[in-house]
């Protein structure tokens, strides 16, 4: 059920950008030029540098109707069912005992 939920997202996610990349002001070539000659690396740090200056102020950002149907059915999930989760601490940790066996 998760896999699915997440390729539900995943669809949806492409159906916003494309739809946002078709009603934007003002076109932008993708990828903007030069992108492609940058490192694997320097192309990540540029990404991560948009997406900075877009976090920057969360107030203009909209989240998608999709994200409120995901959050409506966890909290749901959670509500009949507080039990039967994970706490935050416990994953943590088992994440950091995955990084130390590598």
């Known amino acids: 059920m998760i896999n699915a939920r997440r390729e539900s997202g995943r669809r949806s996610a492409h159906a916003i950008i494309s739809r946002r990349a078709t009603i934007m ?4 070539p993708l990828p903007p030029p030069g992108f492609d000659d940058l490192s694997v690396d320097d192309q990540i740090a540029y ?3 948009l997406w900075d200056r877009i976090a ?4 203009q950002v909209p989240a998608p109707e999709w994200h409120r149907q995901v959050l409506d059915e966890r909290l749901k ?3 009949e069912n507080p039990d039967a989760g994970t706490s935050w ?3 943590r940790e088992r994440l950091r005992d995955k990084l130390r066996q590598r």
């Open 25 to 28: 002001s003002k076109p932008v």
């Open 47 to 49: 990404v991560q540098s």
């Open 56 to 59: 920057a102020t969360p107030d």
């Open 77 to 79: 999930d959670f509500k």
């Open 89 to 91: 601490d416990v994953v």
